[in-house]
């Protein structure tokens, strides 16, 4: 036990010892980045932590299922409405699955174990790779869907505020003035048009931001019929019309694949009920000697 303690004090100083080297050598390989969060922070000792997640993912960055993860949040990032940066996101989970396998194999060597070092690493690979990333991808599913379920009212409100004489730049300030995701997206789209962008590429890095089909239709048909001069009255009471039947068409389809969907549960269920009522009377039979 005592050699064990020794062996994970040891591997502790001289982790720290390589990290303490390796950053201090790196510090002036990238003196630029060091000096921006320097800039950011009050202290250098504040400044290390981020300096040292930077300079762990600079160096997993080259591993294609680094890229591949970086590629998904980004996508799952902006779907989600966080704004942070996906790079710094990859980094912050991937030095969060460092630590914990760093943690558990001082533990594991600790306890004077060594044949399970491979759970530490995985579990480190499973935080950082699937974990993490899915929960963001369920945040991200879940204002995907409460946006979804906002768009008829939007459209709803933006024809009545068409039909009363108002401009389609005052529905949409009208839509956003809402507290729901949606409105919020609409917030950052006029933000833009007030920045200088057009409505067209507002309305497209809006899509590209949520990447749901049916806002993107909608925004696509309001974008075509400002080209071609169409009434926007009766551009937005279409879309709300189709929707709507999309939507029904899709209540209508699972409502017939629910029955084949419960098939197995009910199965299940009925086993369960079924040997609640025999297993009593298999038992009584077999202790009374009968088999």
């Known amino acids: 036990m005592v050699t064990a303690m ?7 100083v001289a982790t720290c010892f390589l990290l303490f080297t390796l950053v201090t050598n790196l510090r002036d390989a990238n003196e630029t980045r060091w000096l921006s969060l320097m800039a950011k922070h009050d202290s250098a000792l504040k400044a290390l932590g981020p ?4 300079l762990f993912y ?3 960055s080259g591993f294609a299922s680094v890229q591949n993860l970086k590629t998904k949040s980004a996508l799952n990032l902006a779907r989600a409405g966080n704004d942070q940066n996906p790079e710094q996101y990859v980094g912050d989970i991937l030095w969060e699955g ?4 760093l943690t558990l194999v001082l533990l594991i060597i600790l306890l004077g174990g060594t044949t399970a070092l491979f759970l530490a690493f995985l579990l480190g690979g499973l935080w950082s790779f699937f974990i993490r990333p899915s929960l963001l991808d369920s945040e991200a599913e879940f204002r995907s869907r409460q946006i979804y379920r906002r768009i008829p009212y939007a459209l709803d409100l933006s024809i009545l505020v068409l039909e009363t004489g108002g401009t389609l730049r005052q529905a949409l300030e009208e839509t956003s003035a809402k507290d729901d ?30 990447a749901l089909e049916p806002l993107e239709t909608v925004l696509t048909a309001i974008n075509r019929g400002e080209e071609m001069g169409a009434p926007m009255v009766e551009t937005l009471v279409t879309q709300a019309q189709a929707f ?7 209540v209508e389809k699972l409502a017939v694949e629910a029955p084949t969907k419960m098939t197995f549960p009910n199965m299940m269920i009925m086993f369960a009920v079924l040997l609640l009522i025999v297993g009593p009377l298999l038992i009584q039979l077999l202790s009374s000697g009968i088999f």
């Open 6 to 12: 020794l062996l994970a004090a040891l591997s502790a």
């Open 51 to 54: 300096f040292v997640r930077y």
């Open 58 to 60: 600079s160096f997993m």
């Open 98 to 101: 460092f630590l914990i396998t």
């Open 244 to 250: 709507r039947e999309a939507r029904l068409q899709q």
């Open 181 to 210: 995701p949606l409105a919020e997206e609409f917030r950052i789209a006029l933000a833009e048009i007030d920045s200088g962008a057009s409505q067209k590429q507002a309305f497209e890095n809006l899509s590209k931001r949520i």
